[in-house]
């Protein structure tokens, strides 16, 4: 049974910083391209980033330059670490694990405001 389980949300101030984590279970890790998608409200589901099972990583070009994504692989994890956030990043995030298959998480809620 694959589960991806997310943690690290909250709600921070603009200018501020988060890291979101993805523990998976049940697939081989390291095989698969972790990813970060968030979904605000009344918008679709958008790509926010990932990481290849080679460490290649990829961006949206609204987070580029202020968030970083990366992999623990014996731990299972990918993390994504959001700097100096915008009330425009308040979203669910959610972690997905591609290979053949894709798997999501279930999501963690990011609200940037003061």
């Known amino acids: 049974q694959v589960q991806l389980v997310e943690s690290g949300g909250g709600l921070v101030q603009p200018g501020g910083s988060l890291r979101l984590s993805c523990a998976a279970s049940?697939?081989?890790?390291?095989?698969?391209?972790m990813g970060w998608y968030r979904q605000a409200p009344g918008k679709q589901r958008e790509f926010v980033a990932h990481i290849t099972s080679s460490a290649v990583k990829n961006y949206a070009d609204s987070v580029n330059g202020r968030f970083t994504i990366s992999r623990d692989n014996p731990k299972n994890t990918v993390y994504l670490q959001m700097n100096s956030l915008k009330p425009e990043d308040t979203a669910v995030y959610y972690c997905?694990?591609?290979?053949?298959?894709?798997?999501w998480g279930q999501g963690t809620q990011v609200t940037v405001s003061s």
């Open positions: 049940g697939i081989s890790f390291s095989a698969y391209t």
């Open positions: 997905n694990a591609a290979l053949v298959s894709r798997y």
